[in-house]
């Protein structure tokens, strides 16, 4: 049901995005490369907005926040409250009070976009119940701001990959489609390891700085990758976008933001059968991506679960193409013992 600002107390709006996985470029766009990532629609969030006049909140979601006039001040709102606040500020009804359900079905902190996602759901939720138009760029700016507090300093990726409506190529803040001409398989694998994002970039940002001629080749190497792994994308050249994904995790290695379980879990995925496997996300725990062919897809993502990932899903290349997404295009498994 929508209103005009004031709502009303039966009113209510709702809002979606998406998880994102991140194909190459993790940490480096921070740093001004590019990077390629594609949204998950398999794994969604949804919100709720209401207006209320409490303090508590009614309904029970994954998580839920108040934000507003009325809302209590925390030392450290969370990424979708910052974004929500923002939103009111702009569109001039920061009197008024939300509450705002998140329904997520992204496992947190495990590189897949789960603040980003988690702040467009919530905002376009709050623009749903007062009517308010988003347009593009106003719903990145809005995703960024709550970002900036979950990442200390974010690229804007995720909050492009979980707005967009296929995979893409981002650079400088610009997000645009790219061709995917293959048809393969990518086997996510989450470790089980919640890693923070915050303390992988600031990790990063420190070993860069230390070293800044030795930055500049790796942040190099990483642009020449990363063109290398599009190109590779588009031309359905599935080896070499495999290793290229490997040769990105040896750099994201020297980076210092892979782990022993990751190393063990891209290992598995090698001898599988995959073309390549990295982490996807900030490290330190989270996910890995796998590339294999669309046969092997199952015997890869057992061989992930018996290395300890706690759970697995397989994503068709062929269903990425821009604007063509589908929910059935990710298939999740659960983890089986090994
Ligand atoms: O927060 P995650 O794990 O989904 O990954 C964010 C990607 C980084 O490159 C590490 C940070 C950024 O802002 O680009």
Same mark, same amino acid.
């Given at each position: 049901? =929508?209103?005009? %600002?004031?709502?009303?107390?039966?009113?209510?709006?709702?809002?979606? #995005?998406?998880?994102?996985?991140?194909?190459?470029?993790?940490?480096?766009?921070?740093?001004?490369?590019?990077?390629?990532?594609?949204?998950?629609?398999?794994?969604?969030?949804?919100?709720?907005?209401?207006?209320?006049?409490? %303090?508590?909140?009614?309904?029970?979601?994954?998580?839920?926040?108040?934000?507003?006039?009325?809302?209590?001040?925390?030392?450290?709102?969370?990424?979708?409250?910052?974004? *929500?606040?923002?939103?009111?500020?702009?569109?001039?009804? &920061?009197? &008024?009070?939300?509450?705002?359900?998140?329904?997520?079905?992204?496992?947190?902190?495990?590189?897949?976009?789960? %603040?980003?996602?988690?702040?467009?759901?919530? /905002?376009?939720?709050?623009?749903?119940?007062?009517?308010?138009?988003?347009?593009?760029? #106003?719903?990145?700016?809005?995703?960024?701001?709550?970002?900036?507090?979950?990442?200390?300093?974010?690229?804007?990726?995720?909050?492009?990959? *979980?707005?967009?409506?296929?995979?893409? =190529?981002?650079?400088?803040?610009?997000?645009?489609?790219?061709?995917?001409?293959?048809?393969?398989?990518? /086997?996510?694998?989450?470790?089980?390891?919640?890693?923070?994002?915050?303390?992988?970039?600031?990790?990063?940002?420190?070993?860069?700085?230390?070293?800044?001629?030795?930055? =500049?080749?790796?942040?190099? @190497?990483?642009?020449?990758?990363?063109?290398?792994?599009?190109?590779?994308?588009?031309?359905?050249?599935? @080896?070499?976008?495999?290793?290229?994904?490997?040769?990105?995790?040896?750099?994201?290695?020297?980076?210092? *933001?892979?782990?022993?379980?990751?190393?063990?879990?891209?290992?598995?995925?090698?001898?599988?059968?995959?073309?390549?496997?990295?982490?996807?996300?900030?490290?330190?725990?989270?996910?890995?991506?796998?590339?294999?062919?669309?046969?092997?897809?199952?015997?890869?993502?057992?061989?992930?679960?018996?290395?300890?990932?706690?759970?697995?899903?397989? /994503?068709?290349?062929?269903?990425? @193409?821009?604007?063509?997404?589908?929910?059935?295009?990710?298939?999740? &498994? @659960?983890?089986?013992?090994?």
């Amino acid at each position: 049901m =929508r209103h005009n %600002s004031p709502a009303t107390a039966l009113a209510q709006g709702t809002g979606q #995005a998406v998880a994102k996985a991140i194909l190459l470029g993790e940490h480096t766009v921070v740093h001004g490369t590019p990077a390629i990532a594609l949204p998950l629609p398999a794994l969604p969030v949804r919100a709720v907005a209401r207006p209320t006049t409490g %303090s508590g909140i009614a309904a029970s979601g994954s998580f839920g926040f108040l934000a507003g006039a009325a809302a209590p001040a925390t030392p450290t709102p969370s990424g979708p409250r910052v974004a *929500v606040e923002e939103a009111l500020r702009r569109w001039g009804i &920061e009197a &008024e009070t939300v509450e705002v359900v998140v329904y997520c079905d992204i496992p947190l902190a495990r590189g897949l976009g789960s %603040s980003a996602a988690c702040a467009g759901a919530a /905002v376009r939720a709050v623009a749903d119940l007062y009517g308010r138009e988003l347009d593009p760029a #106003a719903l990145y700016d809005l995703v960024q701001c709550g970002e900036q507090v979950a990442h200390g300093r974010a690229s804007g990726i995720d909050a492009s990959a *979980v707005l967009a409506d296929g995979p893409i =190529r981002f650079h400088a803040g610009t997000a645009r489609p790219i061709d995917v001409g293959m048809d393969a398989a990518l /086997v996510i694998a989450d470790t089980g390891v919640s890693g923070s994002t915050q303390q992988a970039v600031a990790d990063v940002r420190r070993r860069l700085a230390a070293d800044p001629r030795a930055a =500049r080749r790796l942040l190099d @190497r990483a642009a020449e990758l990363i063109d290398a792994g599009a190109g590779a994308l588009s031309a359905g050249q599935t @080896r070499t976008l495999g290793a290229t994904m490997l040769e990105f995790q040896d750099l994201l290695g020297e980076l210092g *933001v892979s782990t022993p379980h990751i190393d063990t879990l891209v290992a598995a995925a090698l001898a599988a059968g995959a073309h390549g496997a990295k982490l996807t996300g900030a490290g330190l725990g989270g996910c890995v991506l796998a590339l294999t062919d669309t046969d092997a897809a199952p015997s890869v993502s057992t061989a992930l679960r018996r290395a300890g990932a706690v759970q697995t899903w397989t /994503v068709r290349t062929a269903g990425l @193409r821009a604007g063509a997404l589908s929910l059935s295009a990710s298939t999740p &498994e @659960r983890g089986i013992p090994s």
